[in-house]
């Protein structure tokens, strides 16, 4: 007479391999993942509220303790994830895409426009040009020059903060000049955190430009600059061991290359808001 089979039970676990990876398991948990093998604690009510709460509130505790880490101890979060400190933090990849995500939210709204093409337009001979293409598209599709300068800097203010996401790479790459004896992903991992401070800086900028009008302003542009220069200033002594002179013009070549890779950003979105500008208009 066959035994009769029994089917596997929450309670009584009759399979004793783990669930995620089949490895044999030997415990509670599963030694090669983590996984742990569900039981009716798992399915209860209560556990699955406490288990929320503590996600949350761990979460929340995280990224505290992340952004003051950030904004008051440059380097710190490069330093603590190279050296296998990672849990205490917000990922670096994860904090840069969230951070870029409420900045170019907070940026690529309708009416906000911090590049306006007319400065082009009034001084440099090129400029004339466009402006003419500007005033002659305008007329064929029966709205005012104005109109369409609008949706031309809406356009480049939206290229060019997408665009953006090409800073990690080159600041990454700028990094690896003045520090070559590196892994280029140490320099990723040093880029994602100091590109993440200046974005919560323009984030915070937001505000100021939402009380005063959204306007590129030279002094605004300065400000960052220097408080960049600060920033790689005290974070650079504690990723890459140097101190002093050294560090400070190895901040100011980072801060410089920085600031050219992103002027050639701005001529390759004009261009780029020009074709849809005027492809949309045609």
Same mark, same amino acid.
């Given at each position: 007479?066959?035994?009769?089979?029994?089917?596997?039970?929450?309670?009584?676990?009759?399979?004793?391999?783990?669930?995620?990876?089949?490895?044999?398991?030997?415990?509670?948990?599963?030694?090669?993942?983590?996984? $742990?093998?569900?039981?009716?604690?798992?399915?209860?009510?209560?556990?699955?509220?406490?288990?929320?709460?503590?996600?949350?509130?761990?979460?929340?505790?995280?990224?505290?303790?992340?952004?003051?880490?950030?904004? /008051?101890?440059?380097?710190?979060?490069?330093?603590?994830?190279?050296?296998?400190? $990672?849990?205490?933090?917000?990922?670096?990849?994860?904090?840069?895409?969230?951070?870029?995500?409420?900045?170019?939210?907070?940026?690529?709204?309708?009416?906000?426009?911090?590049?306006?093409?007319?400065?082009?337009?009034?001084?440099?001979?090129? %400029? $004339?040009?466009?402006?003419?293409?500007?005033?002659?598209?305008?007329? $064929?599709?029966?709205?005012?020059?104005?109109?369409?300068? +609008?949706?031309?800097?809406?356009? #480049?203010?939206?290229?060019?903060?997408? /665009?953006?996401?090409?800073?990690?790479?080159?600041?990454?790459?700028?990094?690896?000049?003045?520090? =070559?004896?590196?892994?280029?992903? +140490?320099?990723?991992?040093?880029?994602?955190?100091?590109?993440?401070?200046?974005?919560?800086?323009?984030?915070?900028? #937001?505000?100021?430009?939402?009380?005063?009008?959204?306007?590129?302003?030279?002094?605004?542009? %300065?400000?960052?600059?220097?408080?960049?220069?600060?920033?790689? #200033?005290?974070?650079?002594?504690?990723?890459?061991?140097?101190?002093? =002179?050294?560090?400070?013009?190895?901040?100011?070549?980072?801060?410089?290359?920085?600031?050219?890779?992103?002027?050639?950003?701005?001529? /390759?979105?004009?261009?780029?808001?020009?074709?849809?500008?005027?492809?949309?208009?045609?």
């Amino acid at each position: 007479m066959e035994t009769p089979v029994t089917a596997p039970s929450l309670h009584q676990p009759a399979v004793q391999n783990c669930p995620e990876c089949e490895t044999p398991l030997t415990g509670k948990y599963c030694h090669a993942c983590g996984e $742990k093998p569900p039981d009716s604690h798992d399915l209860s009510l209560k556990h699955f509220i406490e288990h929320g709460i503590h996600e949350l509130t761990h979460f929340d505790s995280k990224i505290f303790r992340t952004l003051k880490t950030l904004i /008051f101890a440059p380097g710190a979060l490069t330093a603590d994830y190279l050296a296998g400190r $990672k849990k205490r933090y917000v990922p670096p990849l994860r904090l840069f895409l969230v951070i870029f995500a409420i900045s170019f939210f907070l940026y690529t709204r309708p009416g906000v426009a911090l590049y306006d093409v007319r400065f082009i337009t009034t001084a440099t001979a090129q %400029g $004339k040009g466009l402006d003419k293409k500007l005033e002659q598209t305008a007329a $064929k599709q029966h709205i005012t020059k104005e109109a369409l300068y +609008e949706k031309l800097n809406e356009h #480049w203010q939206h290229d060019l903060t997408l /665009f953006q996401l090409g800073d990690v790479f080159f600041f990454a790459v700028f990094l690896a000049v003045v520090n =070559w004896r590196r892994y280029f992903v +140490e320099h990723l991992i040093f880029s994602l955190h100091t590109l993440s401070f200046a974005f919560l800086y323009g984030c915070v900028i #937001w505000f100021y430009y939402l009380r005063f009008g959204f306007r590129q302003d030279a002094a605004l542009v %300065g400000i960052f600059a220097v408080v960049l220069l600060v920033y790689l #200033w005290r974070a650079l002594p504690r990723v890459y061991a140097m101190s002093g =002179w050294g560090a400070l013009l190895r901040a100011l070549f980072l801060v410089v290359g920085l600031e050219a890779a992103r002027g050639i950003f701005m001529s /390759f979105t004009l261009i780029v808001a020009m074709m849809q500008t005027f492809g949309l208009a045609g």
